[in-house]
């Protein structure tokens, strides 16, 4: 096993749906050996430290809980996914105490995942919004993509300034633009929500090219629309697309468990869809879902979006496979 890396927080129980007819993601989604060859791989950052309450380090262990709901044939886009070969790659070890070595932890395990594994799509499962600084680092340095392009999904534009509060879950895309990772031009941020949005991170957003497209613009141009425009500008001269899915982006009522929720965000059937279209582009290479609070849910709702989001990306990359193989 990889350094830094641990078995998986939670192993999957039988679903109590027992049917021979049906095909259970909790039955499909088994440890991996880190031998057979895959094609996605979900790790789980159980990373939570923040300056308030926060229960997002139970996020990957809830989610997994809730892949018992789910089967792999999807009626919505008509297709069985149940031939990709997902696997459950484990934990990343977190120390109790020390917020940068969590970080070290994170970046030095899915780097070292990215090098020595044979190709598959990390689907990264936060943890709060902080993980994807280290994630997207590895990212880079695991792979040997010449540029590559972000779309990050959210409420807010965490693009705050690393010097006032640190590598905190409102700094992170600064800290990947700033150090270069990725260029603010092939960043797109879509379904910006509410009316928590700092001015500074506005500008510095105008300053870098980083392409805002609020969730207002989502429902009157269309999904279809401006996820075109999003994969045009985060696939323009790069090689690979990182994408960040911070669950707060979708509207508050489909979404409560999460740290910083707003009001009037995207339609899951926007997220669904968009997500989809991303597991489907031949270029998106990496997904991460972050900032589910299990503690803060109610009924489970948010986790199971959460899978509803995985769900779609995989009949997405269902359909990238039967095309481009
Ligand atoms: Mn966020």
Known sequence: MANHLIPPGLKLARSMIISPEMNMLSEMVTP???????????????????RNFQGTGEGPNAIREAF?????????????????????????????????????????????????????????IGGNHAIAAPSIRAFREGNDYKRAGLIDFDAHNDLGDPSF??????????????????????????????????????????????????????????????????????????DAIYVSFDIDAIEDASAPGTGVPAPGGMAPREAIEAVYMLGKHPKVKALDLVEVDPLKDLRNITSRMAIGLLAAFLVGLKERRLEHG
């Open 165 to 238: 509060s640190g590598p905190t879950a409102g700094t992170m895309f600064r800290q990947v633009i700033d150090a270069g990772y990725i260029e603010g031009r092939n960043a797109v941020q879509i379904g910006l929500h509410g009316s928590l949005a700092a001015v500074p991170q506005h500008e510095y957003a105008l300053r870098k090219g980083v392409r805002e497209i609020p969730a207002r613009e989502v429902w009157r141009r269309g999904v279809d629309t401006v996820m075109e425009e999003a994969i045009a500008q985060a696939s323009e001269d790069t």
């Open 32 to 50: 991996w050996d880190f031998k057979e060859e895959i094609d996605v791989g979900i790790i789980g950052v159980p990373f939570d430290f923040n």
């Open 68 to 124: 018992l709901a789910f089967a792999s044939r999807s009626h919505d886009f008509e297709v069985d996914f149940s031939d990709l070969k997902v696997r459950d790659i484990g934990d990343i070890r977190m120390h109790p105490t020390e917020v940068l070595t969590c970080h070290s932890n994170i970046r030095e395990g899915l780097a070292e995942l990215y090098q020595e594994s044979p190709d598959f799509i990390p689907v990264v």
